[in-house]
């Protein structure tokens, strides 16, 4: 059993129609905690944002199941955010409009806001219960994971090695440390839509090398190529965040023991490849920085951070003053964006460190996977359309980019000029623009390269009638990729009847320019509950 904690922990997790993730995430908890023994278990509550009354009911049912298992969970649902909502004034709701979203007419906060107006809301259910703790609440800390997260470091055995708690109280000793941000390993935690050209490279690879391999005999595929490792070698838009790009294709890696050869690994991949659409990167996943339970007992060292992974990091109650911004215009990228606003509010308050979460964005190894913000399946079940997703990364991108920009002069201390935010604002969208041109071309190009590579009658694949579903379901990719990602295609043609328009430029403008009055706000209801709450303790 380890030793009583210092802190008590809030555990927040946002889900919207996702209940087999959810389970998975739970049970994670209790796996994590009985191997590492628990002081005192922690409090944990869903925020659920969902629309489906089967997933509703599922939640409830996972919450119950967890309560009686001796979780202390409760579920925050539509119901409890909208009496939240209702129980601010009229003055305070509107001026909180932008950060938490509006009530239903039936009294119910809306489903599927999003992520973003789902953690700010539980955030201000949290405030309400540590209104009356004065500085016993500076002894909570609340830890933000998402659904689709499990509690592991993707090291065996069950569990992890890594101790999360510890590690996080260990970390917050320092008095200094406001914000601290873990990692994921796992899935990567960005769009497929800025994953594409680096799919598209490892799969012209992994066919050069099937081509020259043995379809029965000595797989080639059980070592990660040289080329791997660089950071975010996932994204296609690395050199635009400071990283370097991949300058070589990332080899697939069979995990099959005995015998086989190159067959079985096409075979394999053919399985994976359009879970891509769901968020899967099957070559290049984030594979934990350490293999060993000796190294993992290295402790965790927290360094500057400027991002952060808003499904997985903690604040201390005073920091919930971080709301996460721009919540009603739904874009990707939200973390990010929050943590240039924390780097510049915070300095070294604001950390990160070798904290990861095991990250799943799909049910199995294959395709199947539940609901996702800005995603729409198709009724075939086929390739869904991935149009409002581009767009929400595309205008994250730009948000981002631009908050970056007004950071290095001072934002959010010093506000900018109008001017001078709609033109940095402008100046944002066309480099990104100009970004995502060259690589949806490139993408067309690659997808034309390997339907030849696919198709050629001389490939074994071709010769061999059992590779027929196989083959298929890669030409399904190609078919994916050029009905979302590449000029004239579906997803294209909205984005780009969106970067035509204004209305996001003016959105994103209007939103920057009302940061200060939203901060002001959330710091005014904070302070009227802690107020609230003395004059109830004097009574």
């Known amino acids: 059993m380890a030793d009583a904690r210092a802190y008590e922990f809030i555990i927040v997790i946002p889900v919207a129609d996702r209940p087999r993730m959810l389970a998975n995430c739970i049970d994670s908890l209790f796996i994590h905690l009985s191997a590492h023994g628990c002081a005192g278990n922690p409090r944990v509550i869903v925020a659920d944002d969902s629309a489906d009354r089967s997933s509703i009911t599922a939640h409830e049912g996972l919450v119950a199941s967890a309560q009686a298992r001796g979780l202390d969970a409760r579920r925050f649902g539509l119901r409890e955010q909208g009496e939240l909502i209702r129980g601010l004034s009229s003055g305070e709701r509107f001026s909180l409009s932008r950060i938490i979203g509006a009530v239903g007419a039936d009294g119910f906060a809306p489903p599927r806001k999003g992520a973003s107006i789902t953690r700010n809301l539980a955030s201000l259910s949290i405030l309400d219960e540590l209104a009356g703790a ?91 190529s040289a080329a791997g490792g660089a950071s975010a070698e996932y994204n296609d838009m690395a050199d635009m965040f400071g990283y370097r790009r991949a300058s070589a294709p990332v080899q697939y890696v069979c995990r099959m023991d005995g015998d086989h050869g190159a067959r079985a690994a096409f075979a394999a991949l053919s399985g994976e490849i359009n879970g891509f659409f769901n968020g899967l990167h099957p070559t290049r996943g984030i594979s934990p920085s350490v293999r060993t339970g000796e190294i993992m007992a290295i402790p965790a060292r927290p360094a500057p951070a400027r991002t952060v992974y808003t499904g997985n990091y903690v604040v201390r109650a005073s920091s919930l003053r971080y709301f996460i911004p721009f919540a009603n215009l739904g874009l990707r990228m939200a973390g990010p964006v929050l943590g240039r606003i924390l780097r510049a509010c915070e300095g070294g308050g604001f950390v990160s460190a070798e904290l990861p979460l095991m990250h799943r964005r799909t049910l199995d190894c294959g395709r199947n ?97 059992s590779l027929a579903r196989q083959v298929t379901r890669f030409r399904e990719f190609l ?11 579906q997803g294209r043609l909205a984005l780009e009847k969106s970067v035509a328009s204004d209305d996001m430029p003016v959105a994103i403008a209007s939103a920057i320019e009302g940061y200060p009055a939203d901060m002001a706000a959330w710091e005014g209801v904070m302070a009227e509950k802690a107020k609230t709450a003395l004059q109830l303790l004097i009574r």
């Open 369 to 465: 996977a539940e609901y996702r913000r800005g995603v729409v399946e198709r009724e075939d079940g086929g390739i869904a359309c991935l149009s409002g997703e581009l767009r929400n990364q595309f205008w994250g991108d730009v948000m981002l980019f631009t908050v970056e920009r007004l950071a290095e002069s001072g934002f959010p201390s010093i506000q900018p000029d109008a001017e001078t935010l709609r033109r940095t604002i402008i100046e944002t969208r066309d480099r990104v623009w100009s970004a995502y041109e060259e690589r949806h071309s490139r993408a067309a190009g690659l997808v034309e390269a390997i339907g030849v590579k696919l198709d050629d009658p001389e490939a074994w694949w071709n010769r061999d009638e």
């Open 134 to 224: 004065g500085a016993d609440a500076e002894k909570t800390l609340v830890w933000f994971v998402d659904s689709d997260e499990e509690f592991s470091d993707g090291v065996l055995p069950p569990g992890g090695f890594l101790n999360y708690f510890h590690e996080i109280e260990r970390i917050f000793a320092d008095p200094a440390i406001k914000v601290l941000t873990g990692k994921v390993v796992g899935d990567p935690p960005v769009s497929p839509s800025v994953m594409v050209n680096t799919m598209l490279d490892d799969l012209a690879g992994f066919l050069d090398r099937c081509a020259s391999a043995s379809p029965e005999y000595s797989c080639p595929f059980h070592e990660r």
């Open 479 to 489: 078919c994916g990729v050029e009905r979302n990602f590449t000029p004239g295609s």
